[in-house]
């Protein structure tokens, strides 16, 4: 496998400083999500089928739908698409349409970090050259079968891939941070700075962490939310309160700075 350097490696000065406040990633499955979705200050909007597992894709109508309701808005959130894990991603990625800007799969049943390596590469190369892909790494890594997540981020920096992901495969109400103690998140957020990476935290947070995120001294690029925005779990349907609830909350605690 060929290794390329990121264009930080080589010494450019465009990389991502490191954030004053969060983006917010919403995970939708409905054209109704999204139009609940679109009345607040969401960033990046991503699809995904979240009774279908932890990064199920969402059918291609619903890619095709967003696209269409987000053309003409003045500040168009990016588009953002789950694939599945590898071998279903390997299936769909070269269906994913070139608007969207992001796309990612789950490293799960990849023993060896070679083995995963190997998939990026296949996927990447399916997808249309204006779609950035994201590493996914597993908090929960031991039940993905998969390597750990600073072994993910150091991975992908390698290949170029400049962004990447901390999420949960065990959808059960643990968050990434109940799998990961202060110091290994420490060590996530110190990885991607120090290979000018944009990293997103994900995997069942909620509003409840962000004065631990604060504690910690932690602010991620991006926080990604499903579950803490729905009616009751992550499968059920969006809930129009506790995205103003949300929205409210990342106002009030990551200000950007003055």
């Given amino acids: 496998m060929t290794i390329e350097q990121t264009s930080c490696d080589r010494g450019h000065h465009n990389c991502p400083s490191p954030p004053s406040a969060p983006q917010w990633l919403v995970s939708l499955r409905s054209q109704d999500e999204l139009r609940i979705a679109l009345q607040h200050p969401i960033d990046i909007l991503d699809l995904k089928e ?3 597992g932890p990064l199920a894709a969402a059918p291609a109508e ?6 269409a309701m987000t053309a003409d808005l003045p500040q168009s959130p990016r588009l953002s698409a789950a694939l599945g894990e590898s071998q279903e991603s390997l299936r769909i990625a070269s269906d ?9 799969m789950g490293p799960s049943d990849s023993v060896s970090m070679d ?19 994201v590493a996914v790494a597993y908090a929960d890594h031991t039940a993905a079968s998969c390597p750990d997540p600073v072994t ?8 170029g891939i400049q962004r990447c992901l901390i999420d949960t495969f065990v959808k059960d109400g643990k968050s990434t941070l109940d799998h990961l103690n202060r110091d290994q998140i420490t060590e996530l957020a110190e990885t991607a700075r120090a290979q000018s990476s944009w990293w997103a935290l994900a995997g069942s947070v909620g509003v409840r962490h962000f004065p631990v995120l604060s504690q910690w001294n932690i602010v991620p690029d991006c926080i990604g939310v499903r579950g803490d925005v729905c009616d009751q779990d992550r499968t059920s349907e969006l809930s129009p309160q ?14 950007p700075a003055d």
């Fill in 62 to 67: 619903l890619w095709h739908a967003a696209i």
């Fill in 115 to 133: 083995r995963l390596c190997h998939t990026w590469d296949r996927v990447r190369s399916e997808l249309a050259p204006s779609i950035q892909f």
């Fill in 152 to 159: 993910i981020f150091r991975a992908a920096s390698r290949a």
């Fill in 242 to 255: 506790r995205m103003r609830d949300w929205s409210a909350a990342m106002a009030r605690s990551f200000r």
């Fill in 96 to 104: 994913l349409p070139a608007e969207f800007a992001f796309a990612k």
């Fill in 50 to 52: 979240p009774r279908k």
